[in-house]
């Protein structure tokens, strides 16, 4: 007799979910050091200042300014960025990226997209209409998350636009957050095992072109996502393991018909998957098809 195991979809019944955070250089924007505004960003390339703009740095459309004494009073530290909206105005950072004092890359940041994880990009932005620059109502900022392909493009994995306006910015001194979502990266996905990108990018037309966008406190995250994996059959025992974020504790069900009411499921008990993957042997022998399903308690 052949023994069949069906692993079925794994239920989730607590919205809490463990993330693991990812360090970005110079994620809240203070360094270089300032006591008012310079026109450079440190661990982040600075797209070439456009033609039209006469500065005297390399790149006056990006910099960092001092929030002391504090103006925005939700400044994660004491500084944040600047973002003129122009066209293709950009503050970007990967493995491979450089800023003004290292024409090389530092490969400082390294982390690659995981098959199995999913990503949070969380930025705070302030635009709004009734700043010492205001922007018009329109005016966009692009969020995204990418990867390099071979030909060293940067190719977006999943982005966001902000569209500036009143009411979505209704006070001038206060950051509003923003998040950009990955899914669950396939490991057939072209961008599985690549070093992750993160890019602000002013997408504004040239007819509202004008004022600047205030970018702090830059936060990535990844979840591992809950699957059963490796199901096996051995001395008439089904077996599988079951992955997720550390720390999360599961009921394991089971049940020879997979269209039952979940109620209906017979419990084989429950476990804390401590370290982020753990294997589970069905006690159960002998028995020739199986459906599982690890339904997360509530911590």
Not at 34 to 52: M, N
Not at 154 to 181: E, I, K, M, R, Y
Not at 229 to 253: C, D, I, K, R, W
């Amino acid at each position: 007799m052949t023994a069949t195991i069906g692993m079925a979809m794994l239920t989730v019944i607590s919205g809490a979910v463990n993330a693991a955070t990812i360090a970005v250089p110079n994620y809240s924007f203070e360094s270089p050091p300032t006591t008012f505004v310079v026109p450079l960003v440190d661990s982040w390339q600075q797209t070439p200042e456009p033609a039209f703009v006469d500065g005297m740095f390399t790149n006056t459309e990006t910099g960092v300014f001092s929030n002391s004494p504090p103006p925005i009073d939700n400044c994660d530290g004491v500084q944040a960025a600047y973002l003129f909206a122009d066209p293709q105005v950009a503050l970007f950072q990967d493995y491979d990226s450089t800023d003004y004092a290292n024409p090389t890359p530092t490969h400082a940041f390294d982390a690659t997209y995981d098959a199995g994880k999913s990503y949070t990009l969380t930025v705070a932005v302030l635009g709004g209409t009734n700043l010492t620059e205001p922007m018009v109502e329109g005016t966009t900022l692009e969020l995204s998350l990418y990867y390099r392909d071979s030909s060293n493009n940067l190719v977006p994995v999943a982005a966001l636009s902000v569209t500036n306006s009143g009411a979505l910015f209704p006070s001038p001194t206060h950051f509003v957050d923003f998040q950009v979502q990955v899914p669950t990266v396939k490991a057939s996905d072209p961008w599985a095992g690549q070093h992750i990108g993160i890019e602000i990018l002013s997408t504004v037309s040239p007819d509202l072109e004008g004022g600047y966008w205030d970018l702090d406190n830059v936060r990535l995250s990844s979840t591992v996502t809950p699957a059963l994996m490796a199901p096996a059959y051995t001395n008439g025992h089904f077996s599988f393991t079951l992955q997720s974020e550390p720390g999360l504790p599961f009921e394991m069900l089971a049940s020879t018909n997979v269209a039952l009411a979940l109620s209906n499921w017979t419990s084989l008990g429950t476990l804390t998957n401590v370290s982020g993957t753990i294997p589970f042997t069905d006690p159960a022998t002998n028995v020739s098809r199986r459906f599982y399903r690890a339904r997360q308690l509530l911590e």
